[in-house]
């Protein structure tokens, strides 16, 4: 009877066990059915395009414009304009100096400059660290729960120091050229940074040289106004005596209301150009400031070197070419970067550590050192074709550089003869405004006395008229290409 009962008893377990497998693998399938419903509803909710803060995150139709969502436009990232209070003090006679100094302060070029050359020489100092070995110290502790079969359950924790060096031994010149590649990228920033000062200051020149011309041109046509009102005048009372028609009226009456619409178009050409000089500065166009004018002698020093005395600084210092000059350098080091990681690395490592298994009073210490080389034996030609593209980018910046030379070279002998021919004009527009004034005086004062014509007497306003205008651009473009 006993092996009978046993084997019942078996049975029954194994019917037990059956029962308990079926359960389980039902309840693993409604375990595996909750997520996959949820799943499914998550999948069904999704809609295209995604939403922002309640709107869609695009129009329903091309033709309809995108409605942003309510908080979605970013508050203006600007800030209050730095003036030196010595400077505001005096705000209605700034000078060119003034109005560059002001410039530097705020100026978003220049300091978007100086924060790329910032981070430039933060990427160099960066790069440095592959001279040194790197240190890691590490730390960490975990504690496992065993369910044994026969239900029971083990604890066990588990306490770990430990400490690594690597250092590089040598990599045929990938780190010299790595480093010296962030060395030109610092430098080429640097000059970057200045070039943009230089062009700030530039900006500034031609913003401030245009209104002084405005300025300057409001004045000619103002005197221009007065000799057309003499003019109109001098018609009226000779035709009030029988000595002239009333078309001499009508033409003299014409030229004054063409002098005064000029002088309404110069105030306003002056409002626009003092707004252009206002941002050049990196103020709001409606500031309120004025400037003093250009001296009204020019420098007595005309004289300049020669132009290959300029040619020569040029291509020595001009801070653009330089950056330029020093692209060329950084994609040569890293045409050698590149070359020099397809040879074996020799690297050395080394590291301590100490564990603990539950026993304080009992640890573990393990050392470990390491001598590696590694070689790319085969990498897809990747390597192969980086080196092709860094060879490719190495001769291009290169062929930049030469085109950059030419340019400079170009420039500077541009803006010589400019300034050449710009002291010929003032000079000869000097001349001009002196034979026009006399023209004028004598024109006038044979329409006063009769022998002349009201023709005559125009030509010769219009002529004088002209003379001014020109001696203005010329002094103008004299300070200008001086600039340049």
Known sequence: MAPRNAAKAGAGRGIMRK???????????????????LLSFALGCAHHPPSVRGVPGASPAPEIPWTPPRGSV????????????????????????????????????????????????????????????????????????TFLSDGSTSDQETYRASADLAYLLYDFGGRGASIDESRQALLAAGWMHNAAIQ????????????????KALLEAKLATLEEARVGF??????????????????????????ARLAVEELRGAILTTRG??????????????????????????????GIDRYLESALAARPDLAAVRARAL????????VR????????????????????????????????????PLFTGFSHRYDRFEAEADAAAAEARLREAEQVVVLDVWTSYYEFKTAETRVRASEDLVRSASESHDVALGRYRSGVGSVLDLMA????????????VRARSDWFLSRSE
């Not at 308990?20 to 909750?34: F, M, Y």
């Not at 000089?277 to 070197?305: C, H, K, N, Q, Y």
């Not at 950084?330 to 970067?337: G, L, N």
């Open 460 to 471: 010769a306003q219009s002529a004088l008229e002209n003379a001014r205008a020109e001696r």
């Open 276 to 305: 252009a000089l206002a941002t050049a500065m990196g103020l709001s166009a409606s500031a309120d400031f004025d400037v003093a004018p250009p001296p009204e002698e020019l420098p007595s020093e005309r004289a300049i070197e």
């Open 74 to 145: 970013p508050p203006l990232a600007s800030r209050a304009p730095e003036i030196p209070p010595e400077l505001l003090s005096r705000a209605r006679e700034w000078t060119l100096a003034d109005a560059v100094d002001i410039a530097l302060r705020n100026s978003a070029e220049t300091r978007e400059a100086w924060e790329d050359a910032r981070s430039a020489a933060a990427a160099y100092g960066s790069a440095l660290a592959d001279r040194y070995p790197s240190v890691h110290l590490g730390a960490d502790a975990a504690r496992a729960r």
């Open 233 to 258: 005048d001098a018609a009226e009372e000779r035709h009030r005596s029988g000595l002239a028609t009333i078309a001499d009226v009508l033409q003299a009456r014409t030229a004054h209301s063409q």
């Open 19 to 37: 029962t308990t497998s079926d359960r389980r693998a039902r309840a693993d399938r409604g375990g595996l059915a909750v997520p996959f419903l």
């Open 199 to 214: 062009d700030a200051a530039l900006r500034v020149q031609q913003a401030y040289y245009g209104y002084a011309t405005a």
């Open 340 to 375: 020099a990681e397809g040879f074996p690395r020799l690297t050395l490592s080394a590291g301590a550590e100490r564990s603990y298994a539950g026993d304080p009073d009992e640890h573990l210490d393990t050392y470990r050192g390491l001598l590696s080389l590694r070689f």
């Open 330 to 337: 950084q994609a040569r080091a890293r045409s050698r970067k």
